[in-house]
Nanobody
């Protein structure tokens, strides 16, 4: 059982920055990847970024490449999302997730086993 908690969301003007954090507690020994997803009201959940411990590889959705950076601590229990040059279309609830799949497709929500409750990010014009 893994407990996932996000933090760092808030209100920011377009062009500003935020840093989200995600802490995984409990039995994290079988964690092989962690990722960020987001969901705006009335829209489907969207993949944002992920970090796999296999080779330390990262993946980003095209709309955030060059603006967002994903990273983790050495213990692989804390995940960060540095968000720069924020746009109004980035407004959403951001969710952190943990995968225990040995080789997950990190863009697929069904390949994650544990989810946080989300943190709101609002970008104003």
């Amino acid at each position: 059982q893994v407990h996932v908690v996000e933090s760092g969301g808030g209100l920011v003007q377009a062009g500003g920055s935020l840093r989200l954090s995600c802490t995984a507690s409990g039995d994290t020994s079988s964690s092989y990847a962690m990722g960020w997803f987001r969901q705006a009201p009335g829209k489907e959940r969207e993949f944002v970024a992920a970090l796999s411990w296999i080779g330390g590889s990262t993946q980003y959705t095209d709309s955030v490449k060059g603006r967002f950076t994903i990273s983790s601590n050495n213990a692989k229990t804390t995940l960060y999302l540095e968000m720069n040059t924020l746009k109004p279309e980035d407004t959403a609830v951001y969710y952190c997730a943990v995968s225990t799949w040995v080789v997950p497709n990190v863009q697929v929500p069904g390949h994650y086993n544990y989810w946080g409750r989300g943190t709101q990010v609002t970008v104003s014009s």
